[in-house]
């Protein structure tokens, strides 16, 4: 099973993060997490840190980019550092990216070739 978050699993709950208690009361053999990195950084929340905290239990990203402003842009159109968290792939486990955006615009494919340049090109 694997479990996509969105940025309200990064808000307190009865003085407990729900993402924090997801990863800590359910087996990594059994539940994979797919971190989506536009919603983790929507809730001001660094993803390497999990990545640290959690090695090995992030098997998939989605990676979606952000502005300034908090909306949702091509990846390499917006302030979300890829390349620096990318170098943490390893330690994370990730085995599969998949590039996303909710509202790509008048062209889909536009939207996605913006978003392969920008990450073909990424050095970490």
């Not at 009865?14 to 983790?40: F, K, N």
């Not at 996303?100 to 494919?109: A, K, N, T, V």
Request: hydrophobic content about 45%.
């Amino acid at each position: 099973m694997g479990y996509h978050n969105h940025s309200f699993e990064f808000e307190s709950a009865s003085g407990r993060i729900p993402y924090d208690v997801l990863l800590q009361e359910t087996e990594a053999d059994l539940v994979d997490m797919e971190m989506d990195l536009y919603w983790v950084r929507n809730a001001g929340v660094d993803p390497v840190s999990y990545f640290e905290r959690y090695p090995g239990r992030f098997s998939m990203l989605h990676v979606k980019d952000m502005d300034a402003q908090g909306a949702m842009v091509d990846v390499g159109s917006g302030v979300i550092n890829f390349a620096a968290i990318f170098a943490h792939a390893d330690t994370a486990g990730v085995k599969h990216f998949f590039v996303e955006h909710d509202y790509p615009g008048s062209s889909g494919l536009a939207s996605v070739a913006v978003s392969l340049y920008t990450l073909r090109n990424l050095t970490f």
